[in-house]
């Protein structure tokens, strides 16, 4: 009998804890969805609050936000970073997005809504500079570090001429905060970046890749039309400290 009333008071109290994730989600996502801009900021910051304070939004799926905001959600291999991205508007060429970070440092839960470029730099959104802008963030890799794991995020965007580029910057936490690794990639912050043409044909997967074994970045190369060479690669060698970038005859072709 003890038995079967623990299992019901178990099977209640998880009932209550989805419910209360479902609601808060379906209330935000009402919020952020308003035609009225002041209600739409209000409700990002009150959910950027909300998944700083319930660490069980780590793991919550956000379906309802998936499908109708067409919310992307990205998670570090270790669990401890989580980033969401979605589409707030488009016109004929560019896409605007919305970014909002969330990682777990030493028991504690951090987040921050706005570009994530801006959080992990530092430095001030600037309209004429698009990397300072939200962008979509597509996939974290992860270098597993004796003091620290290095965190490899992806992102990608479209100018105001309708080029698009996708690249990697490296991040570490640092104290609470999660912060960029400056000139990581042969001097500069990030890898990849180059503007390619979406012509319907590239595989935005391919774009970037990493070899943990190798310890080796792949990042997409360009010809002079600004097409993607399929299986073609720059790549950056990680010596522990910093990505290399080997020389040119050490481009690699590489067939999947």
Not at 91 to 118: C, E, F, H, K, R
């Amino acid at each position: 009998m003890k038995k079967t009333i623990l299992l019901f008071s178990i099977l209640a109290l998880l009932f209550s804890s989805c419910s209360k994730l479902e609601r808060n989600e379906k209330k935000y996502l009402d919020g952020i969805m308003s035609d009225d801009y002041e209600t739409s900021a209000q409700a990002m910051t009150e959910f950027t609050e909300w998944i700083k304070e319930d660490k069980s939004t780590m793991t919550y799926d956000f379906n309802l936000m998936r499908e109708k905001l067409g919310m992307k959600i990205v998670d570090s291999p270790d669990g401890k970073v989580r980033c969401y991205s979605w589409v707030t508007g488009r016109n004929d060429t560019t896409v605007n997005y919305a970014n909002v970070v969330q990682w777990l440092m030493n028991d504690q839960l951090v987040a921050y809504s706005g570009p994530i470029d801006v959080m992990l730099t530092g430095r001030k959104a600037n309209l004429a500079r698009q990397w300072s802008l939200a962008h979509s963030i597509d996939t974290i890799y992860q270098i597993d570090g004796p003091k620290e794991n290095i965190y490899l995020i992806q992102e990608s965007y479209i100018n105001e001429l309708g080029m698009s580029f996708s690249y990697v910057s490296a991040a570490v936490n640092r104290g609470l905060a999660l912060k960029i690794l400056p000139f990581c990639f042969n001097g500069i912050e990030t890898a990849g970046n180059r503007k390619y043409i979406d012509d319907g044909k590239v595989n935005k997967k391919e774009l970037i890749k990493w070899d943990a074994k190798a310890q080796e970045l792949y990042s997409y190369m360009t010809d002079d039309n600004d097409h993607v060479i399929p299986g073609q690669y720059e790549t950056f060698k990680f010596d522990k400290t910093q990505f290399v970038k080997l020389d040119e005859n050490n481009t690699n072709n590489i067939n999947n």
